[in-house]
């Protein structure tokens, strides 16, 4: 809900009863609590991350190289949904960890491809094993509702 400043009260607009009967509709409501499902399991696996020292972005970068690579910084900033800006400093200090190097087949010097160094394929290894074992411990349903509606929705 949107605050008045001055008031500290929930906006009051006149099409609240409207959206408020939109969001209660199966297909949304289903959709609502699928997308609060992921964010909790995403926030789970943050935090386990963390405790390898491993962000999410970190993972998720590595994780892309491993699979597909070599990627140039344009397409990498594009799949990630990142400005260039910050997947260039991104990108540099993976390169300073000794994480990932230009690709040598790479079609220019000034816009390298990157992929993972030997270092980078080890320690994203390590992490995915770790990741992998810590998903399937995750409960995937832990919402009561959400099992309920999805039920309702597939019935």
Known sequence: FKYHLRMGKPSTSKNKAKY??????????????????????????????????????RFRLLFILYFDAPYSAASLSARLRVTRSNLSTFLKRLQEDGLIAHCPLSSSEKRPKFMLSEKGVKYIEEIMDFHFENVKDLPLFSRPELTRELSEFLD
Request: proline share 0%.
């Open 20 to 57: 408020e009967k939109l969001a209660s509709a199966q297909k949304i409501a289903l959709w609502r609590n699928l997308l609060m499902t992921v964010e909790e399991m995403k926030e789970i696996l943050e935090r386990k991350l963390a405790t390898k020292d491993c962000s999410y972005s």
